[in-house]
């Protein structure tokens, strides 16, 4: 076990040391303390490795993460796990707006609450959240799965694409173009993989499923002749 | 870009070490705004039927011994005063507009930063730790303070454009972001009586609270009124003579962070504002939610049953 104190050294000494993991994975586990908020703590980690945050983080923590297991104990800034690869990246308190923006892969677990813009454009990352999630979450969403165990606010899924949304609180407006759609028992399967693989203990009968009516202009096969 | 943060003091104990816990929140926004910053801060009360001026001039050996002895003059009241760098504060038992009448006509090149009961404005270009420095900020007492660090985007870096403004008695707004409505806000309001000093969008947002409230709303009912009349991106933070706020537009782009204990409650654009302060370990920590006005007020003895 390593630990850095983030108020001694700094964020890019923190970071320096976890990318040179990527090359020789010599520290399996390691320990940062006195974060104060710092913002890009675990930027770009490549190696699988564990990083436990003691300590509320700023902007973009564990942004572009691939392979390595970030804990954070405290509540994070905006854009936390953003363009995620793989790996698992769990917060015990809060996030900040865009949390798992773009992410291509890996877990995202957020137990408290996620603030607007949860999981825009997110590409192939699944995220749970275990409480409450702001307005435009999952905008343009792609790829992935958004799993909310509490509340969504306005304007669920505006925009979507691929993503399977499910929602076990009230969802306070959809965005355009998305709509509930049946739980069948495959999609039953799969919210139950997600919420044992986040650690949360609920019921997926208890959830709705949201996803794409696939009626605006892309998904139109007239407006190919455009091209 | 900008940065906000604002401290109210719950636990009364705690308020001869306001400036020391408010200066390293000013400080940690210097990333968000380097180029000027400034605070409101509360306390050093007047006594009933006085007010307080703060005045401000570029120029640091400016006579303001002359410019007292003359407003006396013309006045026929006292007028107790002191230094701060190239600020004075002025309180009087004169009428607010006497005096502002008097040092429009006689010392247009002395600019009101603000009037009240409880409020003094100070700010100035430069670094906010130099800012701090300048006027004393570190060994200031009060019951709240907010701040404001500047990163100048729509207008030049002066002192004119500055953070924070005040329109009105002991009110004053600062601001992360950007009002698209403000020219035509701004008419309005003259219309309604409420005088500007800048071009800036953000005094205008301080003068429709302060027009709202002399309509008898209450600053909540005033802020609630805002999220309909004020368009554009805004987190708001408010301080009045016994109250503190905090709001954001719907939309909710510009950044806030809030921190509540039994000794305070605090807000910053982000959270490396409140990271020093202290007990934020077991502090309430949350955002703010768009939309929703969040205030905490002072009951003043008088007012009690």
């Given at each position: 076990m390593k630990t850095i104190d983030l108020a001694e050294h700094g964020v890019r000494v923190l970071n320096q040391q976890l990318h040179d993991q990527a090359a020789d994975l010599s520290e399996l586990d390691w320990d940062v303390v006195h974060t104060q908020g710092a913002h890009n703590i675990a930027c770009g980690l490549n190696a699988e490795l564990n990083l436990t945050v003691r300590g509320h983080a700023g902007y973009y923590c564990?942004?572009?993460?691939?392979?390595?297991?970030?804990?954070?104990?405290?509540?994070?800034g905006v854009g936390v796990a953003?363009?995620?690869?793989?790996?698992?990246?769990?917060?015990k308190g809060d996030a900040s707006q865009s949390a798992g923006a773009t992410g291509h892969g890996g877990l995202l677990v957020i137990e408290g609450n996620a603030s607007a813009r949860c999981g825009i454009s997110m590409k192939g990352i699944d995220i749970v959240v275990g409480g409450d999630v702001?307005?435009?979450?999952?905008?343009?969403?792609?790829?992935?799965?958004?799993?909310?165990?509490?509340?969504?606010?306005?304007?669920?899924?505006?925009s979507l694409y691929e993503v399977r949304i499910y929602v076990k609180g009230r969802v306070q407006s959809l965005g355009a173009d998305c709509v509930e759609k049946p739980m069948r028992e495959e999609h039953l399967e799969e919210l139950r993989r997600l919420l044992t693989q986040a650690g949360m203990d609920e019921d997926p009968a208890a959830f709705r499923r949201y996803g794409s009516a696939r009626e605006l202009y892309n998904f139109k096969v007239d407006n190919a002749a455009a091209y | 870009m900008c940065g906000i943060v604002g401290l109210y003091l719950k636990n009364s104990q705690l308020q001869p070490e306001l400036g020391?816990?408010?200066?390293?929140?000013?400080?940690?926004?210097?990333?968000?705004?380097?180029d000027s910053a400034g605070f409101a801060i509360y306390g050093d009360e007047v006594p009933d039927g006085w007010i307080k001026f703060t005045l401000q001039q570029a120029d640091a050996a400016y006579d303001w011994t002359g410019l007292v002895e003359a407003l006396e003059q013309a006045v026929d009241q006292p007028v107790h005063w002191f230094a701060n760098s190239n600020a004075a504060v002025l309180k009087t038992p004169a009428g607010e507009e006497s005096v502002r009448e008097w040092l429009w006509a006689e010392r247009p090149e002395v600019r009101i930063m603000s009037v009240g009961r409880s409020i003094e404005i100070l700010k100035s270009v430069g670094l906010p730790e130099q800012i701090a420095g300048q006027y004393g900020l570190r060994g200031m007492q009060g019951s709240h303070v907010i701040g404001h660090t500047r990163m100048a985007t729509e207008s030049a870096v002066t002192l004119e454009g500055s953070h924070p403004f005040s329109t009105g008695m002991d009110l004053c707004l600062v601001h992360n972001g950007s009002l698209s409505n403000h020219n035509r806000l701004r008419q309005r309001l003259i219309r309604e009586g409420i005088r500007f000093e800048t071009e800036n969008d953000t005094e205008v947002a301080a003068g429709y609270l302060t027009w709202r409230m002399r309509q008898g709303l209450s600053l909540k009912q005033a802020l609630e009124a805002g999220l309909d009349d004020l368009d554009g991106f805004y987190t708001f933070t408010i301080g009045t003579?016994?109250?503190?706020?905090?709001?954001?537009?719907?939309?909710?782009?510009?950044?806030?962070?809030?921190a509540e204990t039994d000794d305070y409650v605090a807000m910053a654009s982000e959270y490396r504002a409140l990271a020093g302060l202290p007990g934020i370990e077991q502090a309430r920590v949350w955002e703010p939610k768009p939309a929703i006005v969040y205030v905490w007020e002072r009951q003043r003895k008088e007012h009690a049953a």
């Amino acid at each position: 076990m390593k630990t850095i104190d983030l108020a001694e050294h700094g964020v890019r000494v923190l970071n320096q040391q976890l990318h040179d993991q990527a090359a020789d994975l010599s520290e399996l586990d390691w320990d940062v303390v006195h974060t104060q908020g710092a913002h890009n703590i675990a930027c770009g980690l490549n190696a699988e490795l564990n990083l436990t945050v003691r300590g509320h983080a700023g902007y973009y923590c564990a942004g572009m993460n691939q392979k390595a297991s970030v804990t954070v104990h405290g509540n994070v800034g905006v854009g936390v796990a953003e363009n995620m690869m793989s790996g698992s990246v769990r917060i015990k308190g809060d996030a900040s707006q865009s949390a798992g923006a773009t992410g291509h892969g890996g877990l995202l677990v957020i137990e408290g609450n996620a603030s607007a813009r949860c999981g825009i454009s997110m590409k192939g990352i699944d995220i749970v959240v275990g409480g409450d999630v702001g307005h435009m979450s999952a905008f343009m969403g792609q790829a992935g799965r958004l799993v909310i165990c509490g509340d969504a606010g306005e304007a669920l899924g505006d925009s979507l694409y691929e993503v399977r949304i499910y929602v076990k609180g009230r969802v306070q407006s959809l965005g355009a173009d998305c709509v509930e759609k049946p739980m069948r028992e495959e999609h039953l399967e799969e919210l139950r993989r997600l919420l044992t693989q986040a650690g949360m203990d609920e019921d997926p009968a208890a959830f709705r499923r949201y996803g794409s009516a696939r009626e605006l202009y892309n998904f139109k096969v007239d407006n190919a002749a455009a091209y | 870009m900008c940065g906000i943060v604002g401290l109210y003091l719950k636990n009364s104990q705690l308020q001869p070490e306001l400036g020391a816990l408010f200066t390293p929140m000013l400080v940690a926004m210097t990333d968000r705004g380097p180029d000027s910053a400034g605070f409101a801060i509360y306390g050093d009360e007047v006594p009933d039927g006085w007010i307080k001026f703060t005045l401000q001039q570029a120029d640091a050996a400016y006579d303001w011994t002359g410019l007292v002895e003359a407003l006396e003059q013309a006045v026929d009241q006292p007028v107790h005063w002191f230094a701060n760098s190239n600020a004075a504060v002025l309180k009087t038992p004169a009428g607010e507009e006497s005096v502002r009448e008097w040092l429009w006509a006689e010392r247009p090149e002395v600019r009101i930063m603000s009037v009240g009961r409880s409020i003094e404005i100070l700010k100035s270009v430069g670094l906010p730790e130099q800012i701090a420095g300048q006027y004393g900020l570190r060994g200031m007492q009060g019951s709240h303070v907010i701040g404001h660090t500047r990163m100048a985007t729509e207008s030049a870096v002066t002192l004119e454009g500055s953070h924070p403004f005040s329109t009105g008695m002991d009110l004053c707004l600062v601001h992360n972001g950007s009002l698209s409505n403000h020219n035509r806000l701004r008419q309005r309001l003259i219309r309604e009586g409420i005088r500007f000093e800048t071009e800036n969008d953000t005094e205008v947002a301080a003068g429709y609270l302060t027009w709202r409230m002399r309509q008898g709303l209450s600053l909540k009912q005033a802020l609630e009124a805002g999220l309909d009349d004020l368009d554009g991106f805004y987190t708001f933070t408010i301080g009045t003579r016994d109250g503190f706020a905090v709001v954001r537009d719907p939309i909710a782009c510009k950044p806030a962070v809030m921190a509540e204990t039994d000794d305070y409650v605090a807000m910053a654009s982000e959270y490396r504002a409140l990271a020093g302060l202290p007990g934020i370990e077991q502090a309430r920590v949350w955002e703010p939610k768009p939309a929703i006005v969040y205030v905490w007020e002072r009951q003043r003895k008088e007012h009690a049953a």
